[in-house]
């Protein structure tokens, strides 16, 4: 093995579901004699889709690695899962190559995941290639689907080959200048295809003038520089299946992608907000060793847990140590792997520029990895945030236990799965990208861990507060069963405080009708019932109570007596306040065909949303934001899918907490029974 960083292309196949990235993959090994056979996603051959639950469902839901090296450069390749509700690992990937290409079916033409991993590659400022596949599939629309990706992409795309002979070969229009193809004349593609790749170069572009002619190895340079900037985007037409244009894809991406000298630079930043410094990484193996982790995996027959890094500078040997981040503690390697599917191969050294592997060390996705401890992160590409949540609970009492482990090694895998146990409703919450996303959790729970689970929507997190004020509302608690009792007066106002500013409690005694020992368990037993609520079981906010008067027997005084008087108190107080609940509201956008827009926002408004602007955006789609309350968007995911047609994405974000109408309050408060334990 042993390659310098200049001899290096790493990339990531990323698109949408069904484009043929995998069956791509296998094309590539195959071309490159890397496997005897070519292999088949839909009857389980392939080497790629390494989980059960990717070949039972025969679609990529992991992100997996692999490794051609041909002549003389090492071409690293992770291949992605194309599903939206399985995105993360794919923006996770972005992190680790300097090159995306962005497969599009031929059949199909773009999908929202298509348009969301380009955009993402280029605020991350990688390169891009589009590969049109599935030349040879039946019901191929080559030509339209060329038309939509430079009307999506712009005028930086341009085809390196075209189909020919209805579909059945290629024509490498950057090598030949003769003939016929699918889409015209082979001399005009020819020209209008020098003449782009001139166009980035100022220098080029003059002597093109001048002379008409510019000689290959300058155009290689041009174009791989272009490539790198962003300026050029190659298309290529491949049919994985037969391995039309597949030569061509390879010769693409050896001669124009960028190697880890020349692609993105990264920069280590040290330190967090306006105050940061940001450092810049030379791909020196001689430099000092620093690495991102950009997948984590554990394999299914062994059970051993694997960290795929991306080495950005350095040069680490098996038998030293890896520090994660500023941990004081460092790991020994033992053994550094280059992955192929669930193949792990042995090489001695983990190299700048290059994509390895780390056995049984537990980091975690984006964590830097060192040679000795120390301080600073890499920036990563953005990601969509988990915004679909079920409540979960096991089967059996006895998988309470288990059920940490098993949400925490999902959560330590993928990069868009998170859990927490809700501070307000107390329920245990999964959240992930979609209703398909949380079934396969479901599903790798019960295979890996054997954990049965029962899910339900969540609890949507109301508040409760108050909207009038009242004077002098009093309670006794008096309490004898033979022997000491209990004995407690108090009197109280209370009042709203304005949104947001929480709870207020003021001492308003004078003199000593209340010990001032007591007076605290007053406080203490109406933060207890604000915890419980009142009309609905929800926290109370922004309201301030006043103890005004109260009485102290000179025996049965004492703080749990004051507690209970003073949570009863509160709730005969709370209930003469005109008591109101208030929900969360969300800020949405919604991305999706233009033609739908319509639908979305008589949808939105039917939700008791606010449209709040629209944009229209490349690829005849639309953006709407709005706000909507949380409990109309709970399940927005597969409503959303089903007015789509699978097009339609959406992000939202807490916005703030407005106030509930009256019939939906009453909805919720009828739902809600009272346990009140205070014994009276």
């Given at each position: 093995m042993g390659h310098l960083a200049s001899d290096i292309r790493n990339i990531a196949l990323v698109g949408h579901s069904g484009a043929g990235k995998t069956t791509l993959a296998e094309a590539l090994l195959y071309k490159a004699g890397v496997t005897k056979r070519l292999g088949n996603v839909n009857d389980g051959t392939s080497i790629l889709d390494v989980d059960d639950e990717s070949r039972e469902r025969k679609h990529t839901l992991e992100s997996s690695a692999m490794?051609?090296?041909?002549?003389?450069?090492?071409?690293?390749?992770?291949?992605?899962?194309?599903?939206?509700?399985?995105?993360?690992?794919?923006?996770?990937?972005?992190?680790?190559?300097?090159?995306a290409a962005i497969v599009v079916s031929g059949v199909n033409g773009l999908g929202v995941n298509t348009r969301r991993m380009a955009r993402a590659a280029a605020e991350f400022g990688l390169a891009r290639f589009i590969i049109i596949s599935k030349l040879d599939?039946?019901?191929?629309?080559?030509?339209?689907?060329?038309?939509?990706?430079?009307?999506?992409?712009?005028?930086?795309?341009?085809?390196?080959?075209?189909?020919?002979?209805?579909?059945?070969?290629?024509?490498?229009?950057?090598?030949?200048?003769?003939?016929?193809?699918?889409?015209?004349?082979?001399?005009?593609?020819?020209?209008?295809?020098?003449?782009?790749?001139?166009?980035?170069?100022?220098?080029?572009?003059?002597?093109?003038?001048?002379t008409g002619e510019v000689s290959i190895p300058e155009l290689n340079k041009a174009l791989a520089r272009a490539c790198a900037e962003g300026k050029f985007i190659p298309i290529v037409f491949t049919g994985a299946i037969r391995g039309t244009g597949v030569d061509d894809l390879l010769d693409a991406f050896e001669q124009f992608a960028?190697?880890?000298?020349?692609?993105?630079?990264?920069?280590?930043?040290i330190g967090e907000g306006e105050s940061s410094k940001l450092i810049d990484i030379k791909p020196d193996p001689k430099g000092e060793f620093i690495a991102q982790v950009f997948r984590v995996t554990t394999d299914p027959?062994?059970?051993?847990?694997?960290?795929?890094?991306?080495?950005?500078?350095?040069?680490?040997?098996?038998?030293?140590?890896?520090?994660i981040g500023d941990e004081r503690k460092g790991h020994r390697v033992g053994h550094v792997f280059k992955l192929l599917g669930s193949q792990h191969h042995e090489v001695p050294d983990a190299e700048a520029g290059d994509l390895v592997a780390f056995a049984k060390i537990e980091a975690h996705l984006g964590q830097m990895l060192f040679s000795h401890s120390a301080e600073g992160a890499i920036d990563r590409p953005r990601k969509p945030k988990p915004m679909y949540s079920l409540a979960i609970e096991p089967k059996s009492r006895g998988d309470i236990e288990k059920i940490g482990a098993a949400l925490q090694r999902f959560a330590d895998e993928d990069p868009c799965f998170e859990y927490h146990r809700d501070p307000d409703t107390h329920e245990l919450l999964m959240s992930g990208l979609g209703e398909q996303h949380l079934a396969v959790i479901r599903s790798k729970m019960q295979r890996y861990f054997k954990i049965d689970v029962e899910v339900h929507p969540p609890k949507i997190p109301y508040r409760e507060t108050i909207s009038g004020s009242v004077k002098y509302v009093e309670y006794t608690h008096k309490k004898q069963s033979g022997g000491a009792g209990q004995f407690a007066k108090v009197a109280i106002d209370m009042e709203p405080t304005p949104r947001g500013e929480g709870y207020v409690f003021e001492d308003k005694i004078f003199g000593g009708v209340i010990d001032q020992a007591f007076r605290p368990s007053v406080d203490k037993g109406v933060r207890e019932q604000m915890k419980r609520?009142?009309?609905?079981?929800?926290?109370v906010v922004d309201v301030k109570v006043s103890l005004v008067d109260g009485k102290t027997h000179p025996v049965d005084s004492k703080d749990i007596a004051f507690q209970i008087a003073g949570r009863q108190a509160f709730k005969q107080a709370f209930m003469q306040c005109k008591p109101i609940l208030l929900e969360p509201v969300v800020n949405i956008e919604v991305t999706a065909p233009a033609e739908k827009v319509g639908e979305i926002t008589r949808d939105i408004a039917?939700?008791?949303?606010?449209?709040?602007?629209?944009?229209?955006?490349?690829?005849?789609q639309a953006l709407v934001m709005a706000t909507v309350p949380l409990a109309e968007v709970s399940t927005y995911a597969s409503q959303l899918k089903s007015v789509t047609g699978g097009q339609g994405s959406f992000v939202m974000e807490l916005s703030h907490y407005d106030i509930v109408p009256p019939n939906v309050q009453q909805q919720v408060t009828s739902k809600y029974k009272s346990h009140d334990t205070d014994d009276e």
């Open positions: 490794f051609i090296e041909h002549d003389n450069l090492l071409l690293n390749i992770v291949d992605t899962p194309g599903q939206p509700d399985f995105s993360g690992p794919s923006f996770e990937a972005l992190a680790g190559v300097e090159t599939a039946d019901g191929a629309d080559q030509e339209t689907v060329y038309n939509a990706v430079k009307e999506t992409f712009g005028n930086a795309c341009h085809a390196i080959n075209l189909p020919a002979g209805n579909g059945s070969r290629v024509v490498n229009i950057y090598k030949e200048t003769q003939g016929e193809c699918d889409f015209g004349s082979v001399a005009e593609h020819h020209k209008e295809l020098i003449e782009a790749i001139v166009e980035t170069d100022d220098m080029l572009m003059g002597k093109y003038m001048e960028p190697s880890p000298v020349i692609g993105k630079q990264r920069q280590l930043r027959k062994s059970h051993i847990k694997y960290a795929i890094a991306r080495v950005f500078s350095g040069t680490l040997h098996n038998d030293a140590q890896i520090y609520g009142v009309i609905a079981g929800c926290p039917g939700k008791r949303g606010q449209v709040q602007g629209q944009e229209i955006l490349p690829g005849g």
